[in-house]
């Protein structure tokens, strides 16, 4: 599977963003899905992640509420929707997946076995 992260760009404080992560290669309906988050010197840390179908989704206490997780199995895709977005959101958004049918979303990056390349989301203040 390869995935393919897109979406990121500059936004202004309060702004709004919708990221993507394509899938090519092999269908991803039933693998759990997640979007991670890395910062230069940070570690990699869960933002959010939903089941292979949609039924359960986790969120980090951080962006709950204003982050929405989603997903469209017919085109092989996930969305992550960003409202009102802080500077403290600025990072670089990972997707990954999880070869695993399961209804429970893990949230350490070493669970997941297929990554994308990041894109930059950055936010002014």
């Known amino acids: 599977v390869q995935l393919q992260a897109s979406g990121g760009g500059l936004v202004q404080a309060g702004g709004s963003l919708k990221l993507s992560c394509a899938a090519s290669?092999?269908?991803?309906?039933?693998?759990?899905m997640g979007w991670f988050r890395q910062t230069p010197g940070m570690e990699r840390g869960f933002v959010c992640g939903?089941?292979?179908?949609?039924?359960?989704?986790s969120y980090a206490d951080s962006v709950k509420g204003r982050f929405t997780i989603s997903r469209d199995n017919a085109k092989n895709t996930v969305y992550l929707q960003m409202n009102s977005l802080k500077p403290e959101d600025t990072a670089a958004y990972y997707c990954?997946?999880?070869?695993?049918?399961?209804?429970?979303?893990?949230?350490?990056?070493?669970?997941?076995?297929?990554w994308g390349q990041g894109t930059l989301v950055t936010v002014s203040s």
């Open positions: 990954a997946g999880e070869n695993r049918w399961a209804n429970v979303v893990r949230t350490t990056p070493t669970a997941y076995d297929y």
């Open positions: 939903i089941t292979w179908d949609g039924g359960t989704t």
């Open positions: 290669g092999r269908s991803i309906r039933t693998y759990v």
